[in-house]
């Protein structure tokens, strides 16, 4: 089943850092935006970040802005999520997903990852 890979999450105390990668097998980022979402319990999914084909447009939800950097490696079929004084409340399973489009407005994914574990301790 095609479907990203991310990886980097784990257990950091609140204002900490953790550096987030969504690797694509089988398929490629290259052509497309992508972009990063989180869902904590009990929580609707919510959008944080993301990146059109070629890096040159990014684009932040209001809750991370400032604080969290979206950015990618096309030769490496990879794209990352700096995340940066972070809070307890933002505990959550953290996915990436491609767009269907090479632009962040289509608001429209594919490819989802199974998501990776964070946790923000206070």
């Known amino acids: 089943q095609l479907k990203p890979v991310e990886s980097g999450g784990g257990l950091v105390q609140s204002g900490g850092s953790l550096r987030l990668s969504c690797a694509a097998s089988?398929?490629?980022?290259?052509?497309?935006?992508s972009g990063w979402f989180r869902q904590a319990p009990g929580k609707e999914r919510e959008g944080l970040s993301c990146i059109n084909l070629d890096g040159g447009i990014t684009n932040y939800a209001d809750s991370v802005k400032g604080r969290f950097t979206i950015s990618r490696d096309n030769a490496k079929n990879t794209v990352y999520l700096q995340m940066d004084s972070l809070k307890p409340e933002e505990t959550a399973v953290y996915y990436c997903?491609?767009?269907?489009?090479?632009?962040?407005?289509?608001?429209?994914?594919?490819?989802w990852g199974q998501g990776t574990q964070v946790t923000v301790s206070s």
């Open positions: 089988g398929f490629t980022f290259n052509y497309y935006a």
């Open positions: 997903a491609r767009s269907r489009s090479s632009f962040c407005s289509t608001r429209s994914y594919d490819y």
